[in-house]
């Protein structure tokens, strides 16, 4: 009886080893596996955003640029949803390794974070209700334009302010600001041409006019400071840019070619 039970004790004991070794094994391939935190509003289609009646997953042409640049890093993307007023700190407490989210790189925002080389230029526009009568900066003249907060339509807003008279208010995500003018608490507001001729195409009641923006670069990719992806992506994005990738996102989410 003592043989049976000592044999039986054996075989459980090699069993229990046998499957801490297969745990340790699994943990050490899950440790192994290099995963990049990406920081994004998904309010920016077709920069970033979600198609609510299909899933709740981020897409768009930031995501695949993302995952484009990080897979030949041997990286895979989390993408996390955040308010964009919070993403340049979201770098600095280390809840995201890098930030694509149409993102211009101001001089302020360089003081806290570091930024990649220009991967996107567009312009902006003034959106307003059809039948507003606001055609041209001029016509903004003792209206209320709604921007994003911390974005850098907002720095236009204020440009703008400094020669026509306008009322400035913030608002924490595009809808909102769109939301915003239809109900008639603003007269209108500053978007990104390509995210808003998005809003033109299925709100018929809207309309929009492009101008001439002071002091833009564009949009690049934000790091925390001394990064050492910053150069990594960097040198990834230069070869998407030479090969033709990078056109071939453009021409995916924005239907033609950069200028």
Known sequence: MKKVLILLLTMVMAIGLAACGTSEKASKAG????VLVMGTSADYAPFEYIETEKSDEIIGFDVDLAKAIAGKLGYKVE??????????QALKSGQADFVLAGMTPTEKRKKNVDFSDIYYTAGFMIVSKKDSGINKLEDLKGKTVGVQLGSIQEGQAKEIAKTIDIKIEDRNRIPD???EIKSG???????????AKGYLTNEKDLAGFTFEA???EGSAIAFPKNSDL??????ELKKMKENGELDKLVVKWFGGEQK
């Open 79 to 88: 993408v996390k949803d955040m308010e964009f007023n919070g993403l340049v």
């Open 230 to 235: 910053t150069e990594k992506f960097n040198q």
């Open 177 to 179: 600001l769109i939301q």
């Open 214 to 216: 002071k002091g833009v």
């Open 31 to 34: 440790e192994g596996k290099k």
């Open 185 to 195: 608490r603003f007269d209108s507001a500053i978007i990104e041409d390509t995210v």
